[in-house]
């Protein structure tokens, strides 16, 4: 068995809900770590995350020129299906998102 610490996503949300992170179909068992959620423009935005579409942050404000840093131990198992993915959205294309964690192989 190999722990392996790793970058899962970094990308910017889309306007409407789309797949952030959804883990391999092998074995693999992942654990999400951190996410850090950064607006790159002066304007206020909002974003929402989901794990199973249920929400972990819903129309949450990130002010301008900010970074959100979230800690957690979320398991994501590849088995059995359905998939466990994590999801989201935000009012601006200009909020990015970095997920972060382990894969156990």
Do not use: C, W, Y
């Not at 989901?50 to 404000?61: I, K, P, Q, R």
Request: zero cysteines; hydrophobic letters at 45%.
């Amino acid at each position: 068995m190999a722990i392996i610490s790793s970058a899962l996503a970094r990308t910017a949300f889309a306007l409407t809900e789309g797949t952030l992170f959804q883990p391999p179909t092998d074995d693999t068992t992942t654990i999400i770590t951190n996410i850090v959620v950064v607006n790159t423009v002066a304007s206020s935005a909002n974003f929402t995350i989901l794990l199973d579409d249920t929400e972990l942050f819903s129309n949450t404000v990130i002010p301008g020129n900010s970074t959100v840093s979230i800690d957690l131990r979320q398991v994501l198992d590849a088995q059995p299906a359905p998939r466990k993915k994590i999801t989201g959205f935000a009012t601006a294309t200009t909020v990015k998102v970095h997920i972060s964690g382990v894969e156990i192989i």
